[in-house]
T-cell receptor
Framework: AQSVAQPEDQVNVAEGNPLTVKCTYS??????LFWYVQYPNRGLQFLLK????DNLVKGSYGFEAEFNKSQTSFHLKKPSALVSDSALYFC????WGTGFQKLVFGTGTRLLVSP | DSGVTQTPKHLITATGQRVTLRCSPR?????VYWYQQSLDQGLQFLIQ???????AKGNILERFSAQQFPDLHSELNLSSLELGDSALYFC????????????????FGAGTRLSVL
């Protein structure tokens, strides 16, 4: 079965500094990887996805993610963090097979950006 | 705004009761997914429907059931509620076809927060 792991419960970064939220994956076959963000009392918002192609994927709100096959990682990055980026971030992998295409989520990483 | 609408936003009920959560997918999306988010279990897939048919089941309890109607909206029915059913329930939709579409994005609603007292 496909799975992802987010090793950090929380990441703290100062505004203006670069941020990285880590994700590693375990899949059989080609990985379809996603990042979502959840703000308080809100649903999950799609940030970006990796299917195939360029290992550096650009997404919404200035976020990008780097796919690394040898390290089985898909870390989320942003060059300069904003206080408004503070939220809960989820990495997910598509678990697909005959008839189903569910998302399998990591445990989430809380990002706190301090002013 | 994702285009996925969930009602109600909040539900407070008592143990043993039954509730219905409603989801309207994005226009044109045929697939609907239900997920449960709780503190101890995280985000877990419950069930998927495609164009009115059940496609896959995840960690869904027998006390829970769902359906997708001809207009593509979906309802999640939770019965004989227990304290442990308190959670945030999300609906997501996507344009998957019957046999493909794993690459497609799932768009999530804002969720229904269920509190069982």
């Amino acid at each position: 079965a496909q799975s992802v792991a987010q090793p950090e419960d929380q990441v703290n970064v100062a505004e203006g500094n670069p941020l990285t939220v880590k994700c590693t994956y375990s899949v059989s076959g080609n990985p379809y990887l996603f990042w979502y963000v959840q703000y308080p009392n809100r649903g999950l918002q799609f940030l970006l996805k990796y299917i195939t192609g360029d290992n550096l994927v650009k997404g919404s709100y200035g976020f990008e993610a780097e796919f690394n096959k040898s390290q089985t990682s898909f870390h989320l990055k942003k060059p300069s963090a904003l206080v408004s980026d503070s939220a809960l971030y989820f990495c997910a992998v598509r678990d697909w097979g005959t008839g189903f295409q569910k998302l399998v989520f990591g445990t989430g990483t809380r990002l706190l950006v301090s002013p | 705004d994702s285009g996925v609408t969930q009602t109600p936003k909040h539900l407070i009920t008592a143990t043993g009761q039954r509730v219905t959560l409603r989801c309207s997918p994005r226009s044109g999306d045929l697939s609907v997914y239900w997920y449960q988010q709780s503190l101890d279990q995280g985000l877990q897939f419950l069930i998927q429907y495609y164009n009115g048919e059940e496609r896959a089941k995840g960690n869904i309890l027998e006390r829970f059931s769902a359906q997708q109607f001809p207009d593509l909206h979906s309802e999640l029915n939770l019965s004989s509620l227990e304290l442990g059913d308190s959670a945030l329930y999300f609906c997501a939709s996507s344009v998957e076809s019957r046999t493909g579409g794993a690459k497609n994005i799932q768009y999530f609603g804002a969720g229904t927060r269920l509190s069982v007292l």
